[in-house]
């Protein structure tokens, strides 16, 4: 079962808007550990926000916050203003448990700037 | 420094050929991972090393054979490899296993089997 769900493969936005990429997470463990990430063409993963399962407040980073509702298990990731810079994959990832050794990814989204 | 590198960042081999990717990391972490990443899929957990010992192998086929000789350094060993494992091989680290630690993630060395 998918344990990571990313519903929109592909977004376009224009320029300085905001987007809201979703992402909905299936555990039955009450620790767990919510990333996203985004990688650009050249390959890299990077980490843009963390939020925890006992977090009682949304994650926020600089142009980058999660809206977290844990209710609804989901985690979409809210960028502000966005640049063009912004297009590129973005993934929703989950560590889960005790151990927590995996760091499992949704199949991400193609988010495209149009200037 | 916050890095982590991965070399090479190309490779080209053969089925018949053996070869090695390399990745290090100097955060004192004492986590790392190898993940496997299909064109236009998300990366999938290969291995995973926990204080230098082998703790998640994911069911990965033997012609690839992880090494992690200390806690910087990470490698790949690739021998009789099939097209199929065409993919981007990304490399990652953690200071340890928890919940809440994110990976840090080198740039990836593009391998194509041919």
């Known amino acids: 079962a998918q344990k990571i769900t990313q519903t929109q493969p592909g977004m376009f936005v224009q320029e300085k808007e905001a987007v809201t990429l979703d992402c909905t997470y299936d555990t039955s463990d009450p620790s767990y550990g919510l990333f996203w990430y985004k990688q650009p063409s050249s390959g890299e993963m990077i980490f843009l926000i963390y939020q925890g399962s006992y977090d009682q407040q949304n994650a926020t980073e600089g142009r980058y916050s999660l809206n977290f509702q844990k209710a609804r298990k989901s985690a979409n990731l809210v960028i502000s203003a966005s640049q063009l810079g912004d297009s590129a994959m973005y993934f929703c990832a989950m560590r889960e448990g005790r151990g927590a050794q995996k760091l499992v990814f949704g199949q991400g989204t193609r988010l495209t700037i149009n200037p | 420094d916050t890095e982590v590198t991965q070399t090479p960042k190309h490779l080209v081999m053969g089925m018949t050929n053996k070869k090695s990717l390399k990745c290090e990391q100097h955060?004192?972490?004492?986590?790392m991972y190898w993940y496997k990443q299909k064109a236009k899929k998300p990366p999938e957990l290969m291995f995973v090393y926990s204080y230098e010992k082998l703790s998640i192998n994911e069911s990965v086929p033997s012609r690839f054979s992880p090494e992690c000789p200390n806690s910087s350094l990470l490698n790949l060993h690739l021998h009789a490899l099939q097209p199929e494992d065409s993919a981007l091989y990304l490399c990652?680290?953690?200071?340890?296993?928890?919940?809440?630690?994110?990976?840090?993630f080198g740039s990836g060395t593009q391998l194509s089997v041919l």
């Open positions: 955060m004192g972490h004492r986590a």
């Open positions: 990652a680290s953690s200071p340890v296993v928890l919940t809440n630690e994110k990976l840090f």
